[in-house]
């Protein structure tokens, strides 16, 4: 069974980082996949953070973290990262892990391209 599992949240100031980790596993080759980060807070949509490419020179940003935040992948440990730097309180949400066998383009932004996803790190930014 294909699983995606996130780590790393925690509550920080304000300024402060944190960086996440989206550990794949279960037989799946996912070293093919296009790999993002969305984010969820109670009441609204899941909203799209990051992307990368299966090979990892691609990558794609919202607006709202351009900058701020880096998605990196390790390969050999089927691992996904996102460094988030400068948080702010606007960055608290539950934040979610996915996985895309589709091409990586335009549509990676989008969730309905996405059919792994995990259970979700809070990450909780202080004033």
């Given amino acids: 069974q294909a699983r995606l599992v996130e780590s790393g949240g925690g509550l920080v100031q304000a300024g ?6 989206c550990a794949a596993s279960g037989g799946h080759t996912f070293s093919t996949y296009v790999m993002a980060w969305f984010r969820q807070t109670p009441g609204k949509e899941r909203e799209f953070v990051a992307a990368i490419s299966n090979g990892g020179s691609n990558t794609a ?12 992948r390790d390969v050999g440990k089927n691992t996904v990262y996102l460094r988030m730097d400068s948080l702010k309180p606007e ?35 202080s004033s």
């Fill in 61 to 72: 940003y919202a607006d709202s973290v351009k900058g701020r935040f880096t998605i990196s």
């Fill in 91 to 125: 960055d608290t949400a539950v934040y979610y892990c996915a996985a895309s066998p589709a091409a990586y383009g335009s549509r990676s932004r989008g969730p309905s391209v996405y059919d792994h996803w995990g259970q979700g790190t809070q990450v909780t930014v």
């Fill in 16 to 21: 402060g980082s944190l960086r996440l980790s």
